[in-house]
């Protein structure tokens, strides 16, 4: 079974869709997130807070080419992996990769405070810019792109899944 890595902004549901997917499947899933705070022993945002901003991506980077993806896992990616052409080239090998593609609104919604969410973003940058610089990134990489803006996660999962076993028929 091969593994489906998800990527995306913050609050587009990589974690929420990606755990209902896992859960369909019966697979194990990994959130990058969870990995790299149990690796550096600090929540992501407190990491980029104390380290900043390309020290962040550094551990991000060490931490999905260090993540061991059993067969069939699907992968939740923090937002910022696509900026790591070293952390994409691994993620492309260990599967087919998923762009939960959403707009700026919707993202606004779900986010609100960037930093919060330990966002890698520079000071008064909003979703909406950080939608735009990533944009390009996350769809050269994504071998499938979900429009992810509306809809119950569980909907957005059975989407993900039958668009997927399409491809592979």
Known sequence: ????????????GKTTVGRRIARTRGVSFLDTDRL??????VPVRVLLERRGREAFLRCEELTVLAMDAPEGAVV???GSVVYSREAMARLRALGIVVYLKTDAVSL???T???????VVAAE???IADLLAERAPLYEAHADLTVDASRGKPEALAARILAQLTERSA
């Open 112 to 118: 609100g405070d960037l930093r919060r969410r330990g």
């Open 108 to 110: 606004s919604r779900r």
């Open 124 to 126: 008064g940058t909003t």
């Open 1 to 12: 079974m091969e593994r489906i890595v998800l990527i995306g902004m913050p609050g587009a």
């Open 76 to 78: 939740s990616t923090g």
């Open 36 to 41: 790299m705070e149990a690796r550096f022993g």
